[in-house]
């Protein structure tokens, strides 16, 4: 039987706190304290997600060959758009203020301990 190793575990547990990364990431960007320099880390991954979007468009390359035509692309577009901005929200988060980031992580936690 197949036993996932160290990847597999770590990829589980991403794909876990993913929607508590979202959450993180939302509130942060709502937070008045963060300073607004730092928001435009995700800003530029953004707009760098965007171009990348554009080149792949242009480049007529499907990393997964795919028999429906746009749907064929998008889940490869979504997918690099993806690696692209995550970095970006990843930045937000590591460079806020530890202070700000440690509130808002309790509250995340307490309110997923409150939800069944």
Same mark, same amino acid.
């Given at each position: 039987?197949?036993?996932g190793?160290p990847v597999?575990?770590?990829?589980a547990?991403?794909v876990?706190h993913?929607? =508590?990364?979202?959450?993180l990431?939302?509130?942060?960007w =709502? ?5 607004v320099?730092r ?7 953004g707009f760098?997600?965007?171009?990348v979007a ?6 007529r390359?499907d990393?997964?060959p795919?028999?429906?035509?746009f ?5 490869d577009l979504?997918l ?9 929200a990843?930045?937000l988060?590591?460079?806020s203020?530890? =202070?700000?980031v440690?509130?808002h992580?309790q509250?995340i936690?307490e309110? =997923?301990?409150?939800?069944?």
């Amino acid at each position: 039987m197949f036993q996932g190793g160290p990847v597999t575990g770590k990829i589980a547990r991403i794909v876990y706190h993913a929607p =508590n990364f979202v959450r993180l990431f939302w509130r942060l960007w =709502n937070d008045p304290r963060v300073p607004v320099y730092r928001k435009g880390i995700p800003v530029v991954s953004g707009f760098v997600a965007l171009i990348v979007a554009m080149v792949y468009f242009a480049a007529r390359v499907d990393l997964i060959p795919d028999f429906i035509p746009f749907i064929g692309k998008a889940d490869d577009l979504l997918l690099l758009m993806g690696l692209v901005f995550a970095p970006g929200a990843w930045g937000l988060i590591r460079f806020s203020p530890s =202070n700000i980031v440690v509130e808002h992580i309790q509250s995340i936690d307490e309110s =997923n301990r409150k939800s069944p």
